[in-house]
């Protein structure tokens, strides 16, 4: 495994620092207080290349492989970690069809995503099965001229309200049924739809195809304010067969392997909100003294530094080795994915929570920045999986 960074990883990196720096930081406080999505600034990432990482050379006319797309997600994420999350949610609901889709697939639903600043929605979690997926009930039902109804509800859908994109994994048959399915609502039909806003947030979306979506209100969350999250629910959607990616009965597989390429991404997430919360505390810990000395200088605090930093390279080094496995596409690659996803996510909480710790009475005041990423980092321990669940995963592989 090579550590050394290429002129166009190098460049990426030049170009996301400066981003973060311009775009994201400044009056970032001010925009989570008012929990406004950022369409300007997600619009402006995809202007400088850094949205639909996963979308091939043969769609886009360039590849991102998956060690520079973390290298890129985890320098967003050092500015906010909503933004990234919203902006990592595309390649989230999209690489199933990079890596499944037939020819005719990709280019109808991911050149749309090459040509305009769209955002897309990974459909996956439901009110009654978060991490058990196989517990699922949303569901296709064939009917008799060869389409499918699409019925159910999903639950914390990141860029529910905004997606012109839906990606949904489904079973076949019936709520109760074994096989599930991948299928595709695709911008076309969003985009050509009636949209009708509703006074609470929400929207209903009624498909010329036939049936309809209802987006529920955005969720008040706790932190990662600045990614929008909604619940969906499908009713009687019609999907023809050109609209289900792959094999219908391989959908759990699939929804492996966009597992395993998301982790480290969610790792990217944690260690950059890691890095993010140790910068400000030195920076706090520096300038503010106590018994006549710098808060640094204090050998207590001084340890708690040391450990934030330990933690936050150590989770760097578990991203970096998930993402080679994963670009290599190592047999092992879920076990180094599940990995870097829990150490990723202890990073980050022990860095802000220690981080607020070092701020003292300051670091409970909503107006310093390890306050927002105190609240901001649970979620990486939340989403794409638990740590209970990513301990199976690598239970289930070392026996």
Known sequence: MDFTITEDQQMYLELVRKFVKNEILPGVLKR???????????E????????????????????????TSSLIVRELSYGDTGISTSAMCNDLANIVIAQHGTEEQKTRFLQPFVEKPLIAAFCLTEPGAGSDNASMKTFIRKQDDGTYLLNGEK?????????????????????DGLMIACIIIPSESILEADIVTQSSGGKEIVLKEGGTIMIGKPEDKLGQRLSNTAAVKFEDVVIDTTQIIGNRRLGFTYAIDVLDYARPMVAAIG????????????EYTKERKQFGERIC?????RDTLVSMWKRMEMAEMALMKAACKVESGDPDRGIYASLAKNVAAEAAIYCANEGLHLHGGYGFMTEYEISKLARDAHIIDIYEGVREVQDMIIGRELV
């Open 155 to 175: 639950c914390f859908i990141t860029n529910a309200s905004y997606a012109s994109q839906f990606t949904i994994f489904c079973k076949v048959g019936k709520p």
């Open 271 to 282: 260690v950059g909100l890691a890095r993010r919360a140790f910068d400000i505390t030195l």
């Open 44 to 67: 402006k990432a995809w202007e400088i290349g850094l949205m639909n990482l996963c979308v091939p050379e043969s769609i886009k006319g360039y590849e991102v492989d998956i060690i």
């Open 32 to 42: 989570e207080e008012e929990h406004i999505f950022p369409e300007d600034i997600i």
């Open 297 to 301: 200088d204090l050998p207590v605090a």
